[in-house]
Nanobody, 126 residues
Framework: QVQLVESGGGLVQAGGSLRLSCAAS????????MGWFRQAPGKEREFVAA????????RYGDSVKGRFTISRDGAKNGVYLQMNSLKPEDTAVYYC???????????????????WGQGTQVTVSS
């Protein structure tokens, strides 16, 4: 069993930056993917970014490419999400997730992910 705890959300003005952190407790393996999804009120959960814990692959959602960067934190067995050039439409609850699939593919659909954090609110004001 893996537990995920997010931190780093908050309120920021448009054009600003935030960094989210996700720490995993429990046993993980290098073939796991860890990533971020987000959900705004009244909208479906959206893929943001994910990375293999081996570091071999990353994927990004189209709406965040070039602005967000996902990276691993080997010491804390987790991941970071650096968010730059934030826009009001980035406002959402951001969830950390882990996919234990034994594959080289980094999945982008939420149903492929096995473990979820509680979420952290990110609000971008205009």
């Amino acid at each position: 069993q893996v537990q995920l705890v997010e931190s780093g959300g908050g309120l920021v003005q448009a054009g600003g930056s935030l960094r989210l952190s996700c720490a995993a407790s429990g046993r993980t393996f290098t073939w796991y993917s860890m990533g971020w999804f987000r959900q705004a009120p009244g909208k479906e959960r959206e893929f943001v970014a994910a990375i293999k814990l081996s570091g071999a692959s990353t994927r990004y959602g189209d709406s965040v490419k070039g602005r967000f960067t996902i990276s691993r934190d080997g010491a804390k067995n987790g991941v970071y999400l650096q968010m730059n050039s934030l826009k009001p439409e980035d406002t959402a609850v951001y969830y950390c997730a882990a996919d234990r699939s034994y594959t080289t593919v980094v999945h982008t659909t939420s149903s492929e992910y096995d473990y979820w954090g509680q979420g952290t609110q990110v609000t971008v004001s205009s």
